[in-house]
Nanobody, 130 residues
Framework: QVQFVESGGGLVQPGGSLRLSCAASGFTLKDYAIGWFRQAPGKEREGVACIEMRDDSSTHSTYYGDSVAGRFTISGDNAKYTAFLQMNSLKPEDTAVYYC???????????????????WGQGTQVTVSS
């Protein structure tokens, strides 16, 4: 059973930065894709970013939601089955619980919608406030 554990969340002032980690266990694949999502109270879960992990490549294709492009950067470590999300220039609108999950159908990033991802973690709270 694949399980994810998110960490790194906390309280940060507007304009600040945080780095989230997503550690996977029970993963046996060499090639896979991990997505970051977030959900604020009263809102639907929103796709943030996705990274394609490749065992035979030093580079990984990445994709971002429009709301975070240019501010967030996703990266990963294939061997450690871990993904990261560097969050810069944070805004109050970024306040949410952040989750990670794996793409269901393969090692390429599907559209950033919850229907294509599974094995959700418990999430880590990110609060951006003065």
């Amino acid at each position: 059973q694949v399980q994810f554990v998110e960490s790194g969340g906390g309280l940060v002032q507007p304009g600040g930065s945080l780095r989230l980690s997503c550690a996977a266990s029970g993963f046996t694949l060499k090639d896979y894709a991990i997505g970051w999502f977030r959900q604020a109270p009263g809102k639907e879960r929103e796709g943030v970013a996705c990274i394609e992990m490749r065992d035979d490549s030093s580079t990984h294709s990445t994709y971002y939601g429009d709301s975070v492009a240019g501010r967030f950067t996703i990266s990963g470590d294939n061997a450690k089955y871990t993904a990261f999300l560097q969050m810069n220039s944070l805004k109050p609108e970024d306040t949410a619980v952040y989750y990670c999950a794996t793409a269901v159908w393969g090692s390429t990033c599907p559209p950033l919608t919850t229907h294509y991802f599974a094995a959700w973690g418990q999430g880590t709270q990110v609060t951006v406030s003065s």
